[in-house]
């Protein structure tokens, strides 16, 4: 497998809303153009494809960014020096290939000199044990908790030294 990286662009619209959504309740359902406007202000945005094709993406936002959420208004009031995993997603049919992994070495190198630290959520409830899993054994280990949505969403705050 040669995955190769590249900054999203508003060319991969459709195929981000699709694969979005298709993840919820995992991320957030939004439009292509919303996800387009999130990526534009993210301080890291990359797509993973793999022999032109998308097969992922990884969005990431610094402190001070322009970002109404909640978990990153959390990590916040924490922390002045963070790197923020809005959303990663990957299609489904390239699940357990690394393409995860593969974000995630790159999102590290790119974050080694910018930050001390990389920060994300994972659903509680409803339930994302893979994700869990996943993070924790990438270092990640939960800093806090909180209920999200109005009390529709729970989700482990956790971080990773640099």
Not at 7 to 12: G, L, T
Not at 52 to 75: C, H, M, Q, R, T
Not at 82 to 110: E, Q
Not at 148 to 159: C, D, H, I, S
Request: charged share 25%; with cysteine; glycine share 10%.
């Amino acid at each position: 497998m040669a995955v190769d990286l590249r900054q999203i662009a508003s060319a991969d619209s459709a195929w981000l809303e699709a694969e979005n959504n298709a993840a919820v309740p995992n991320v957030n359902a939004l439009p292509g153009d919303g996800l387009i406007a999130l990526a534009d202000r993210a301080a890291y945005r990359r797509i993973a494809l793999d022999d032109g094709k998308p097969v992922g993406f990884l969005i990431a936002f610094a402190p001070g960014a322009d970002y109404d959420s909640e978990n990153y208004a959390w990590f916040s009031a924490q922390y002045d020096d963070f790197l923020y995993i809005d959303r990663v997603v990957v299609s489904g049919a390239a699940r357990g290939r690394g393409i995860g992994g593969v974000l995630y070495r790159d999102l590290f190198d790119f974050a080694r000199d910018r930050t001390a630290r990389i920060t994300c959520e994972v659903n509680e409830r409803p339930p994302n044990p893979g994700s869990l899993r996943f993070h924790e054994r990438l270092g990640f280990s939960v800093v806090g908790r909180q209920e999200t949505g109005g009390g529709e969403k729970a989700v482990a705050l956790m971080a990773r030294a640099l």
